[in-house]
């Protein structure tokens, strides 16, 4: 069965970190382009991060830019993103992508 799963999420305090991985069963993640969005509630899906298949080139959203990072290990078939200094609206469903397969989503919640 091809699949993404996400993992990592969880309850954070603003200022906290989080590391999502995201890890491809059933295909190999080498070629792929891989992307994290995320849903806020009563909100569209937005495009966080992505990366290429090469790894050499990222992309990121502005609200995320310099406190986000997204990588890869095409070894072990997981791509990850490190989110720092959360922020109340970073709290989302995260969901990882590749072409036309979607992981389940992870649960984001940044809370004091």
């Known amino acids: 069965q091809l699949q993404l799963v996400e993992s990592g999420g969880g309850l954070v305090q603003p200022g906290g970190s989080l590391r999502l991985s995201c890890l491809a069963s059933?295909?190999?993640?080498?070629?792929?382009?891989i992307g994290w969005f995320r849903q806020a509630p009563g909100k569209e899906r937005e495009g966080v991060s992505c990366?290429?298949?090469?790894?050499?080139?990222?992309n990121y959203a502005d609200s995320v830019k310099g406190r986000f990072t997204i990588s890869r290990d095409n070894a072990k078939n997981t791509v990850y993103l490190q989110m720092n200094s959360l922020k109340p609206e970073d709290t989302a469903v995260y969901y990882c992508?590749?072409?036309?397969?979607w992981g389940q989503g992870t649960q984001v919640t940044v809370s004091s």
């Open positions: 992508n590749a072409e036309i397969y």
């Open positions: 990366i290429r298949s090469s790894g050499g080139i990222t």
């Open positions: 059933g295909f190999t993640l080498d070629y792929y382009a």
